[in-house]
């Protein structure tokens, strides 16, 4: 075997095995911002909004989401000639290097069902968002009061 062969064959081999090295820069994940609105008696649903920020150099993922006193979900909502839609985010959602997203009415956002109680305005929720590589992030979600404009009242869902 030449030394050509055996070079390229070694060279080869190192950038297969850089490519499938994971990331190892750090994230430095802060959440901001968190909030629903009030739910009437009844109601077992609400959806929860905030803002993720990473200021590091590293991808993170949030992959699950847990609140007290009900089931959450991360979601994705869109709307298509008409037709709004809500789905659940199976795969978690990517939050990029330096970058902020943005949960927010008619978009991406948490999903809680099965309360317990209603969500009443100037009380608070507690909410914990897991990170692939950060961990957990508990955070208090303020409810302020119900304007009737959420992604769940404009497109006639019922929450």
Same mark, same amino acid.
């Given at each position: ?7 390229? @064959? ?35 649903? +609400? ?22 006193? +009900?089931?959450? *979900? ?11 839609? *809500?789905?659940?985010?199976?795969? @978690? ?17 948490? *999903? ?13 929720? +507690? ?33």
């Amino acid at each position: 075997m030449s030394v050509a062969r055996i070079f390229i @064959g070694g060279s080869l081999g190192l950038a297969m095995l850089a490519c499938s090295v994971p990331d190892r820069r750090p994230a430095e994940i802060a959440v901001n911002n968190g909030w629903a609105r009030e739910i009437a008696a009844g109601q077992s649903a +609400a959806a929860v909004y905030l803002t993720i920020v990473n200021r590091g150099a590293g991808s993170d993922r949030l992959v699950k989401v847990t609140a007290a006193g +009900a089931d959450a *979900m991360l979601h994705s909502s869109s709307s298509a000639g008409g037709v709004a839609r *809500m789905r659940p985010l199976q795969d @978690g959602l990517e939050i990029a290097p330096r970058s902020t997203i943005s949960l927010k009415p008619g978009g991406t956002h948490i *999903m809680l069902t099965g309360l317990k109680q209603p969500l009443r305005a100037g009380q608070s929720i +507690a909410v914990t968002l897991g990170f692939e590589r950060s961990g957990n992030r508990p955070v208090a979600v303020r409810i302020v009061p119900a304007t009737g404009e959420d992604e769940h009242s404009e497109h006639g869902m019922a929450m």
